[in-house]
């Protein structure tokens, strides 16, 4: 019958790699695409991570959503797994099981002084202004004047762009309520983005950056020290990277024109980079109760090209500051002892998508190349796994005989006290934010604590 030869296979995160990875499998006319996640609301990143002033986005929802459409694809939420259910009664369950659950962890300075209050992830910043549940709780204290972020990337400048937007920019935006109020008494007047090597080696591209410059009440601290010979160099560096540097040369060397030069001086926040430094110390206030600084090591670089590190040169230079926020990556976790896990690269070992030696396993996404890299990188190589599933199956290399699916994992969550939320449930879920956002013209109002969301589905 139709029923035995129906490919089961489920797919763990609905972030864009879970949703892209599932798009390309339901291309099999018989696939049946079950995406299990952790949060009660779909979408990962794309709603916990990306801005909440770039709209334009989040807009892949629409795709992911056609794909949730799909008579042969199902969602369920609020399913934990490693916790809820373990993967090997999902590989049990299904002909295949594909891990794209992200990367859920940030890396850590291992500096003293890192633990004091004041001291923040970049992640934990990003997800208390978005609304994940879990850094609700954050409320950073946003009275200092200064606030440096350790990293160059562009989180670091999402994170720096939010803290000095003017509040009623932000208020048309689905950035939370809770963030909007704290921004609104924010006397953060000083944003400082501090790297470790030089600005041939910045990680953040040149659209974050012109945003940044053209901030409104905003002007950028460059010193032009740090740019001396950087013209010559330019013709070795690929295009990409030079549209970026000729950028940051002609903002940190050129004197800006009658216009630009009134809006910076009558602006009355700033941000700067500051190269060449690597943290050493968060120092603490005299009370002990919160971070006055940072100590950092003046650094030079050492090699050419990709292989330039930094590397001390003996100097230090403390950098007052109220507020430290690390932005110097994300990290996977490893998510049961059944998967290998690479802790050094935290990434899954895999060969374009097929996890080494556990057949019948898949992963896609930041947890399969790294936690780097923009939703369209991640389309692509969830195609790609995708692809090669579909290719291990055609060339019977998957279980064969019928799975249960869903309806064996679906008896063991209840049999446990989890009940899902699905994909029609989270729509219930979206109108209600979207109801609430309506009366005060913003484009939804965030849900950001499960329990409501869950009394709100009658669950
Ligand atoms: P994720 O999006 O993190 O999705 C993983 C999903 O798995 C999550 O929903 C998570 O809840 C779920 N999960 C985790 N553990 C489990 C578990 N045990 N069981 C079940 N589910 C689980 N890219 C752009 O193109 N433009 C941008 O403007 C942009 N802004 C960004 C801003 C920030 C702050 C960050 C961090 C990234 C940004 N990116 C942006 C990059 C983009 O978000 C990533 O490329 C993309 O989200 C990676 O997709 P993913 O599915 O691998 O991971």
């Known amino acids: 019958s139709t029923q035995e030869t129906t490919p089961q296979i489920c797919v763990v995160g609905s972030g864009p790699a879970g949703f892209y990875t599932a798009q390309h499998l339901l291309k099999h006319p018989q696939a049946h695409v079950d995406i299990y996640e952790k949060q009660p609301v779909p979408f990962g990143l794309v709603r916990f991570g990306v801005a909440p002033d770039h709209p334009e986005v989040k807009n892949v929802i629409n795709t992911f959503t056609q794909t949730a459409h799909c008579g042969r694809c199902a969602f369920w939420g609020n399913v934990e797994v490693g916790r809820d259910v373990t993967v090997p009664e999902l590989r049990e369950a299904y002909?295949?099981?594909?891990?794209?659950?992200?990367?859920?962890?940030?890396?850590?300075?291992?500096?003293p002084g890192e633990e004091l209050p004041g001291v923040c992830s970049a992640r934990a910043f990003v997800g208390w202004y978005n609304g994940l549940p879990e850094n609700q709780e954050l409320k950073p204290d946003l009275?200092?004047?200064?606030?440096?972020?350790?990293?160059?990337?562009?989180?670091?400048l999402d994170v720096a762009r939010i803290l000095l937007t003017p509040p009623e920019h932000l208020e048309k935006t689905d950035i939370t309520k809770a963030a909007l109020d704290v921004l609104r008494q924010s006397r953060v007047k000083t944003v400082w983005l501090v790297g470790r090597r030089g600005p041939l080696q910045v990680a953040f591209t040149i659209k974050e950056l012109r945003e940044m410059i053209q901030l409104p009440g905003t002007r950028p601290i460059l010193d032009p020290v740090d740019f001396l010979g950087l013209q010559d160099r330019l013709k070795e560096v690929p295009r990409p990277r030079k549209r970026l540097t000729e950028l940051l040369l002609r903002t940190a060397m050129e004197k800006p024109g009658p216009e630009e030069a009134a809006r910076r001086a009558s602006a009355s926040r700033a941000w700067g980079l500051r190269f060449f430094r690597s943290p050493q110390q968060v120092l603490p206030s005299p009370d002990g109760r919160g971070a006055a600084g940072v100590r950092l090591a003046v650094t030079r670089l050492e090699g050419v090209g990709e292989a330039t590190r930094a590397v001390p040169t003996g100097a230090m230079e403390d950098l007052p500051c109220g507020l430290v926020l690390s932005s110097i990556g994300y990290k996977s976790r490893p998510i049961d002892p059944s998967v290998p896990f690479d802790s050094k690269l935290g990434v899954i070992p895999n060969v374009?998508?097929?996890?080494?030696?556990?057949?019948?396993?898949?992963?896609?996404?930041?947890?399969?190349?790294?936690?780097?890299?923009?939703?369209?990188?991640?389309?692509?190589?969830?195609?790609?796994?995708?692809?090669?599933?579909?290719?291990?199956?055609?060339?019977?290399?998957?279980?064969?005989?019928?799975r249960p699916g869903s309806a064996a994992i679906q008896a063991l969550l209840s049999s446990r006290g989890v009940q899902p939320v699905s994909f029609s449930d989270w729509e219930k879920l979206d109108a209600e934010e979207v109801a609430r956002g309506q009366g005060t013209g913003r484009p939804r109002e965030k849900l950001v604590d499960p329990q409501e969301m869950l009394h709100l589905l009658g669950h």
């Not at 009275?143 to 670091?156: E, Y």
Request: net charge negative.
């Open 95 to 111: 002909h295949a099981v594909v891990l794209s659950y992200g990367a859920e962890d940030h890396r850590a300075l291992e500096i």
């Open 143 to 156: 009275s200092c004047d200064t606030a440096v972020i350790l990293g160059q990337g562009n989180v670091a």
């Open 352 to 402: 374009e998508g097929r996890v080494t030696d556990v057949p019948g396993l898949y992963c896609s996404g930041w947890v399969k190349r790294g936690p780097t890299g923009v939703i369209a990188t991640t389309m692509t190589d969830s195609f790609l796994t995708g692809q090669m599933l579909l290719q291990d199956l055609k060339a019977g290399l998957l279980p064969s005989g019928p």
